[in-house]
């Protein structure tokens, strides 16, 4: 066991810990798992190949088959059960999330099974809820690409759309338009007045010319939705949006893997929060879990970006975590440039101690001189969720340091300490 017992004064409750997680309670199974389980039945993951049939209607969509009727109203005949394409069992029962080896890339299979608009802070979004074969979470991509609300994709050649292949693919036969829509294969904007269904795609569609911003975040239900300051999570997804919105055409992608606690999980991570409030860092708490420094894997998200498109032109990775841009090039995603990711607050200091170039990110983020110190009092409680500020914290600057000092994070900390 490689805790270190004399950072913590009471014996380390390892052992309690391994009992608890084999103990009585249940697996949670989640929705997702549930309707994967009872889709599987029914079908097999087609082919990319046998995905677009000769009748297929390719190209631009033809506005009689999406007519306003059909699709207006969606509550008043609600759609028929999805009948998606469905996922081979996953290959192993590893369900739990103990270090394990990452599948290969080809072993790993997702589908899209549904789409929608999203209009956030930082301008609309695509929320695409994926399925896979491999650990029966579902995994989100949140793609920027505001092109695609104004300009049906087949209309400009040029424009490669950052869509869904399996999402558009059709997914069975006599597939009624309605049913298209209804899980967001649509091209353009949707609503009472237009209702276009997405053209199955060619196979294989085609990839994005350009390499688009990507963010491959991991679910934190402390650090986003009740703003803790135990880390940055919160404000490294809001980040990255806001990032992708501020860039040259707006594209980018947002993978949201449940990966609650590095792939520890929530239990897990608040036993480790215990743990770290008796003295122990991120990565010494979860190792006297006995569970992994990371235990995150990325063949799920690898699989992700190549369903949307992502092709040999690669991604511009938003992080500072080498492991994940070591993690796609495993995976066979080309990683051409990675953004960094500078905390905002480690930003502002060093903006203030002018060692750093880096622009400030977002257009909310306000300026130091003008904040106060009662700005930064109200700043720094819980506002870290989408479209929030700036906030720090002893707590989150001790978790920052750690990623940096331990864990290999690239980034340069902060020249003026904090008062
Ligand atoms: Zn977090």
Known sequence: MPLSANLLPPAP?????????????????SEAATASSSLRAEFSLRESSEEAPPSAPIGPPAPERGSPESASSPAGSPPREPSAPVLPAKPSSSSSSEAATPPAAQEVQVQCMARTRIPTAYGPVFLHVYHNNLDGKEHLAIVSDPAQLDTPAA??????????????????DGETAQERITRGAYVSRLSGHSALPAPVPLSPAPALADAPLVRIHSECFTGETLGSLRCDCGE????????????????GIVLYLRQEG????????????????????????????????DERTYGVAAAMLRDLGVGSAGIRLLTNNPSKVHAMRKEGIEVPERVPMVPRDWQLRDAASHTHALPLTAPQT??????GESGWDARSKGATIVGGGIVRSEELERYLRTKVERMGHMLDLPAAKRV
């Open 262 to 293: 590095r792939g520890i999980g929530l239990l897990e991570k608040v036993r480790a929060y215990n743990l770290q409030d008796l003295g122990m860092d991120t990565v010494q708490a979860n190792l006297a879990l006995g569970r992994g420094e």
């Open 13 to 29: 409750p390892a052992p309690a810990a391994a009992a608890a997680r084999s103990g009585p309670v249940a697996p949670t199974v």
């Open 155 to 172: 209309a400009d050649t040029d424009f490669v759309p950052i869509r869904s292949h399996t999402l558009d693919a059709r997914w069975h």
């Open 236 to 251: 490294q997804l809001d980040a990255a949006l806001s990032l992708i919105a501020h860039s040259p055409g707006k594209r």
């Open 366 to 371: 306000p300026d130091p001189a003008a904040l």
